[in-house]
């Protein structure tokens, strides 16, 4: 027997969808509230950032710790070049699940946070941050994404 279990999901581009899923971005910053509240499914946008500034971005090491944090340091990221780095996300899947537990204005957060977390985000004013809980890694399928909040049919596990 089939169970149809549907979740809200939101898409990110990469790699701040990807920076989600390591459980290294506890906020995500929009220009528009929610009043929900619960799980919710990041999802991978296909589409983002050009190639050229995807792969500037990648080579910033507060970027590279946050991706790839089990290697934090480690010259070996370098080594290893852009195309190893790109591989390791995922465009046009999920890629995690969250708990959404707040939207708060980000001039009521910005400063309480590390300047990692703020790097991550776009706290100017007049915008909101949402905040994130319960980061859970899944195995990436999948989406159609869109803008705003939508609904996704998780996959039989």
């Not at 499914?41 to 970027?63: M, S, V, Y």
């Amino acid at each position: 027997m089939r169970i149809d279990i549907k979740i809200k999901a939101i898409s990110l581009w990469e790699p701040w969808a990807s920076l989600i899923r390591t459980g290294t971005k506890h906020y995500e910053t929009r220009s528009w509230a929610t009043s929900y509240r619960g799980p919710l499914l990041i999802c991978a946008a296909k589409g983002g950032l050009k190639r050229q500034e995807l792969t500037l971005l990648l080579r910033d090491k507060t970027f590279q710790n946050g991706l790839m944090p089990e290697l934090k340091g480690n010259c070996l990221l370098m080594e290893r070049g852009d195309e190893w780095l790109l591989q390791r996300l995922h465009f046009g899947k999920a890629v995690a699940i969250v708990e959404l537990v707040n939207c708060i204005k980000t001039e009521d957060v910005r400063y309480l946070l590390s300047k990692e977390e703020r790097i991550f985000g776009d706290y100017d004013p007049d915008r909101w941050a949402w905040k994130l809980k319960n980061i859970r890694d899944i195995n990436p399928f999948p989406v159609k994404g869109k803008q705003g909040l939508f609904e996704v049919e998780l996959p039989d596990a």
